[in-house]
């Protein structure tokens, strides 16, 4: 069954360095996008991508962050300089109709 | 705005008992999904059962169904026969037809006792 992976599982950085998290989604999906979880609170949207653009982001998406498809295979989020409270659980999801979404199993990024 | 509230922030269950996890949503629209997601301690996000609104016949994934009250704006699980890898946080998503943010509630995590 096809799925959507997530690397690394797990990044361990310096807070003011630049983080890129990858994502492969399901082959035949359209629509991607990035949510994050801060540990013992809610999954909060970050990002929605469609066509080679982004298509809605929300607050918490500021200038810190950017997201990117190199190549017809891999969802890029990079955060450029990094804070502790980007600590958190980053998860990829996409969809290949606007109702459904497949989760990666997430990065954990810790800042120190 | 959308929300979507699970006011049990804990449950347990026995080990074969049926267990019922609640969420409510607010929404203006009248077309719209509805999911529920498992996330164990992997913290990986599971898609156990989803419910179109349009659908009046609550949604069934074996020992998981749905009661969906569309008037009421009320999405609960129930779970049957509960078993231990059901231990894991819950939670309540939504999201807009022809729309593709996902909302979640701040979940519900469930115990289940041997």
């Known amino acids: 069954e096809p799925e959507v992976t997530q690397t690394p599982s797990h990044q361990v950085t310096q807070m003011g360095q630049e983080v890129i998290l990858r994502c492969v989604p399901i082959?035949?999906?359209?629509?991607f996008y990035w949510y994050r979880q801060i540990l013992g609170q809610k999954v909060e949207f970050l990002v929605s991508?469609?066509?080679?653009?982004?298509?809605?982001k929300s607050e918490i998406f500021d200038d810190q962050f950017s997201v990117e498809r190199p190549d017809g295979s891999n969802f890029t989020l990079k955060i450029r300089s990094t804070k502790l409270e980007d600590s958190a659980m980053y998860f990829c999801?996409?969809?290949?109709?606007?109702?459904?979404?497949?989760f990666g199993p997430g990065t954990r990024l810790t800042v120190l | 705005a959308q929300t979507v509230t699970q006011s049990q922030p804990e449950m347990s269950v026995q080990e074969a008992e049926t267990v019922t996890l609640s969420c409510t949503y607010d929404?203006?629209?009248?077309?719209?999904?509805l999911f529920w997601y498992k996330q164990p301690p992997s913290r990986q996000m599971i898609l156990v059962i989803r419910?179109?609104?349009?659908?009046?016949q609550n949604a069934t994934e074996n020992r998981f169904s749905v009661n969906f009250q569309k008037a009421a704006k009320s999405f609960s699980l129930k779970i049957s026969d509960s078993q231990l890898g059901d231990a894991a946080m819950y939670f309540c998503?939504?999201?807009?037809?022809?729309?593709?943010?996902?909302?979640f509630g701040s979940g519900t995590k469930l115990n289940v006792k041997p």
């Open positions: 999801a996409s969809s290949g109709y606007l109702n459904e979404q497949f």
């Open positions: 082959s035949n999906h359209l629509y």
């Open positions: 991508f469609y066509n080679n653009e982004i298509s809605e």
């Open positions: 929404t203006s629209e009248s077309d719209y999904y």
């Open positions: 419910q179109e609104a349009y659908k009046q």
């Open positions: 998503a939504y999201t807009r037809y022809n729309f593709n943010k996902f909302y």
